[in-house]
Nanobody, 125 residues
Framework: VQLQASGGGLVQPGGSLRLSCAAS????????MGWFRQAPGKEREFVGG???????YGANAVKGRFTISRDNAKNTVDLQMNSVSPEDTAVYYC????????????????????WGQGTLVTVSS
């Protein structure tokens, strides 16, 4: 199993960025796929996810700004980031969890068994 996150970079406050997570060795439509981020000196935190059923779920901090989508043909999961702020600066990780995972673990890193290497997003003027 391999998850490859890409699309990170430098973006100005108020701008947009699209991250992509390409999966190999698993089919994203049969897993719960999550996005997490980790800023320097902080714990890894949940950003959003898309369940195997297609339902999406997001953290309060990014609701209305970030959206998650899935492309079954490409076997990818994307994170569209809009209206970013310096507080969004972090390494962003995609992760895969079993479709049978306990719902309460959807928002926690321990609920996911496969992780990508992360892509750095820096929001700065």
């Amino acid at each position: 199993v391999q998850l490859q996150a890409s699309g990170g970079g430098l973006v100005q406050p108020g701008g947009s960025l699209r991250l992509s997570c390409a999966a190999s060795g698993l089919t994203v439509s049969t897993y719960n796929m999550g996005w997490f981020r980790q800023a320097p000196g902080k714990e890894r935190e949940f950003v959003g996810g898309i369940r195997w059923s297609g339902n999406t779920y997001g953290a309060n901090a990014v609701k209305g700004r970030f959206t998650i989508s899935r492309d079954n043909a490409k076997n990818t999961v994307d994170l569209q980031m809009n209206s970013v702020s310096p507080e969004d600066t972090a390494v962003y990780y995609c992760a895969a969890g079993s479709k049978t995972q306990i719902l309460s673990t959807l928002l926690t890193p321990r609920g996911y068994s496969a992780w990508g290497q992360g892509t750095l997003v820096t929001v700065s003027s």
